[in-house]
């Protein structure tokens, strides 16, 4: 009862309304054993910043399909970095173009997942990050 | 320590960061919580409990809405809102703040979201500890929304000043409405989704409890003759003590509806308790449950520590095969913690 759980946030910041994705891998991380916090549809990158930090979370899951991340992620880290949060690793899941990759790599994005990925390797690399 | 001052002080990062540590039962959480403590006490708990669904959630957010955009006073407001842990893997999903977007980008508004880790009150185990370092922190009004409650769930009353009960129409007739449990802890009754059918049979069902459970007087026709019914006499001479009826509130959460109303019977019951006494009478018992299960979890901890894994399997393994029953076997793993027991501490008596 003592030991220490990851916490997830999961959020879907922008306004596309496509969620399915998100809830499989909030479903999946929970099945890991995690406490996963779940959002909800249309999070600005400032909503999503305040919900990581009054919840403490280590790791943010970014559900991102239309096209904005290169707008919406450099945001976020940057609002977790003023809030103190520079530790927390983040996440993205959705459509991303393979010329993006290196770029959100480069910010500090912990891991990218494309259409087809595996919820096991989601879980592996969570555990892994928070190590 | 930095970490007391800063919290509070009201640091968001320092508070959120000290949560989890109590979460994780720390033993550094048990002295920062220490510290803490002489600065408690002065807020205002609300516990707000109900079946899954009924809109706790949606309730809350348009009550911390209202006391941050339409009262007066604009005090600070934390959420603890809690959700279930799966029982067999120990993870959870805390959807309670998808309700609850109204309420962000306001700094003096704090949301938490906690897992209940195996507790079956309907609170956490620490969500008592929650709700100090919130009211150390300068916080004044502390929302607990509970797990979605079924019939004995009912340990937010323990914890809370005042607790609301969250129904909805179409759950239950009468009957549910007269068993023990969950309606009994209501200091305040909601009726939420008011604007769905069903919601006069579920008033109906609701006030006639009420009444069993606070007679009054009343004169009703009843097969053509006038009768009384309400026991008068003993609430009048019995004590001057005022008593409280649980008002019964109606909202449609998701449109605001009937929430300044819902906010005033909150401060009405506030007033009452303050000026019955009970205020205090609620803090002592909170104090004491409080005390009792942490004495007993220390004590649980302290006797499994002294049963090594292999005797305590071996008498799994005997009840398990009816050579023993679970009375036997309690009474063979406390003789044989207490013969563990250094001499001078062991009890001879036995």
Redo the contacts between chains.
């Keep these: 009862?003592?030991?220490?759980?990851i916490?997830v946030l999961v959020a879907k910041p922008g306004l596309d309304g496509h969620d399915r994705g998100a809830k499989v891998v909030?479903?999946a991380?929970?099945?890991?054993?995690?406490?996963?916090?779940?959002?909800?549809l249309r999070?600005t990158p400032?909503?999503i910043a305040?919900?990581a930090?009054?919840?403490?979370v280590d790791v943010v899951g970014l559900s991102i399909l239309s096209g904005a991340h290169m707008a919406l992620a450099p945001r976020i880290m940057e609002l977790l970095k003023a809030?103190?949060?520079e530790n927390v690793k983040v996440f993205i899941g959705g459509i991303v173009p393979d010329e993006d990759m290196p770029r959100l790599k480069e910010m500090g994005i912990t891991g990218i997942y494309g259409p087809g990925a595996s919820t096991d390797d989601i879980i592996k690399d969570v555990r892994e990050a928070v190590k | 320590m930095s970490l007391i001052k800063s919290v509070l002080e009201g640091n968001?990062?320092s508070i959120?960061?000290l949560?989890?540590q109590v979460e994780?039962?720390?033993p550094e959480s048990h002295a920062v919580l220490a510290e803490l403590f002489p600065h408690t006490g002065k807020a205002h708990l609300i516990g707000v409990t109900g079946a899954p669904g009924t809109g706790k959630s949606s309730l809350v957010n348009q009550l911390a809405l209202h006391y941050r955009k339409s009262d007066a006073s604009r005090k600070k407001i934390a959420i603890i809102a809690v959700d279930p842990?799966?029982p067999f893997?120990?993870?959870?999903?805390?959807?309670d703040?998808?309700r609850m977007?109204d309420l962000?980008?306001d700094d003096c508004v704090?949301?938490?979201?906690m897992?209940s880790?195996?507790s079956l009150g309907g609170i956490a185990?620490t969500t008592a500890s929650f709700t100090q370092v919130f009211d150390a922190a300068g916080f004044e009004i502390i929302i607990i929304e509970t797990v979605g409650a079924g019939q004995s769930e009912v340990d937010i009353a323990r914890l809370a000043h005042t607790t609301i009960v969250v129904e909805a129409p179409g759950l239950g007739d009468d009957i549910q409405a007269i068993k023990a449990g969950i309606l009994e802890i209501a200091d305040v009754i909601v009726i939420n989704k008011a604007d769905r059918p069903g919601v006069e049979v579920t008033e109906r069902a609701l006030r006639s409890t009420l009444e069993l459970a606070h007679p009054t007087k009343r004169v009703v026709r009843h097969h053509g003759k006038n009768m009384s019914t309400g026991d008068y006499s003993i609430t009048q001479t019995d004590t001057n003590k005022i008593i409280w009826i649980p008002p019964i509130n109606k909202t449609v959460a998701t449109e605001g509806k009937g929430i300044a109303e819902l906010a005033e019977s909150i401060a009405k019951h506030a007033d009452h308790l303050r000026q019955s006494g009970d205020w205090a009478a609620r803090d002592r018992a909170r104090l004491v449950s409080e005390l009792d299960a942490l004495i007993r979890e220390d004590l649980m901890s302290r006797f499994l520590e002294n049963i090594p894994q292999a005797k305590y399997d071996e008498v799994v393994e005997k009840v398990l095969n009816r050579d023993l029953s679970p009375y036997e076997a309690i009474k063979f793993l406390v003789n044989l913690t207490s013969t563990a027991l250094p001499q001078g501490e062991r009890d001879d008596g036995k």
């Design positions: 009862m003592t030991e220490k759980k916490r909030a479903r991380l929970r099945d890991a054993g995690m406490e996963v916090i779940y959002t909800g999070q400032e909503m305040e919900a930090l009054q919840e403490d809030n103190g949060q | 968001r990062l959120s960061r949560l989890s994780n039962n720390s842990s799966s893997t120990g993870g959870a999903v805390l959807g703040r998808v977007r962000s980008g704090f949301i938490r979201s897992a880790r195996g185990q």
